[in-house]
């Protein structure tokens, strides 16, 4: 049987524009009240573009967060409202300047589940096309693909 914690309040601390942090009052299942720091997130959808050859074109980006250029796969955050479909295909063709029909469902998980509500919806594309949809606006200017081999 699992244990219950029920949620008996919450005290919104900060409002951003990728994410808020609440604090919730919690019940335990023993009845003691204990502050729980939470943060909230849209969520994001990331595609994994697989081209003809078997290999998956990743993106070199800078993230604040470790103040590096990090190796990714496209990834973005959703749209309030958004269909987390439609956001990996807006991806692929964002950072990577390709487009696909062939995108399919592979997992959902949550990153961060012990401080965040964030929800990672997982797609890979195949039979990928040139799209001129978003250059050259943001291709080669923010990120920058790389072509990895699967092995």
Not at 136 to 150: A, E
Request: aromatic share 10%; hydrophobic share 40%; charged share 30%.
């Amino acid at each position: 049987m699992m244990v219950q914690f029920k949620r008996v309040g919450r005290r919104e601390i900060y409002k951003g524009r990728v994410v808020n942090l609440v604090q919730d009052l919690l019940e335990t299942p023993d009845g003691k009240v204990v502050n729980w720091d939470l943060i909230i997130h849209n969520g994001a959808s990331a595609i994994i573009p697989v081209d003809a050859d078997g290999k998956i074109i990743m993106v070199r980006q800078y993230r604040n967060a470790a103040d590096l250029e990090m190796l990714e796969i496209p990834a973005g955050k959703l749209e309030e409202g958004e269909d987390p479909y439609e956001c990996a295909r807006r991806e692929l063709e964002e950072e990577t300047g390709y487009a696909s029909d062939d995108v399919e469902f592979l997992i959902d998980f949550y990153p961060a589940i012990g401080y965040s509500n964030e929800k990672i919806y997982v797609y890979v594309a195949t039979n990928l096309k040139e799209s001129q949809r978003y250059l050259p606006i943001k291709i080669n200017t923010i990120c920058k693909n790389i072509v990895c081999p699967y092995d």
